[in-house]
């Protein structure tokens, strides 16, 4: 997959509106789920065991947290477009951002990326990004949302 390159407040102006493109798929495992509940100390039974998942919970698996699959944003983003040229990037901000759907333990995910708005803030670049995490198999996705970056660009 070949990604967009982008090393300017200028070129990503470019893009404003357009889809910027799609990650690659990414299998969400259950060793991925146990660290992450090791990470935030939610070790919610669905989430963390198998057995009780499969027996009583409602999608017959366990499941990512939904902030797991908010985690990946930066690793797809990175699939999608390779920024260079900057000092500085700061995660801003998240708007309008929903949990559709449940990442079942083996699922595959990618996310799609659209522009949505690139403002020049005295230099700083802030962009607003249209992301949806796709389930492969499943028509909806499971989230969908804008993120804000801050990009501080080299003269």
Known sequence: MSRLLI??????EQYLGQKL?????HTVTQEQINKFADSTLDYQWIHTDPEKAK???AFGSTIAHGYLTLSLLPYMWEQV???TNFKMLVNYGIEQFKFGQPVLV???????VWLKECTNLRGISRVKL??????????KPAFEGVVIFLYHFNN
């Open 7 to 12: 090393q300017s407040h200028k070129e990503f």
């Open 21 to 25: 493109g799609v990650s690659d798929y």
């Open 55 to 57: 027996n009583e919970g």
């Open 81 to 83: 477009v390779e920024v």
């Open 106 to 112: 083996n699922n595959r995910v990618r996310t799609h």
């Open 130 to 139: 249209n992301v949806q995490m796709e389930i492969e198999g499943n028509k």
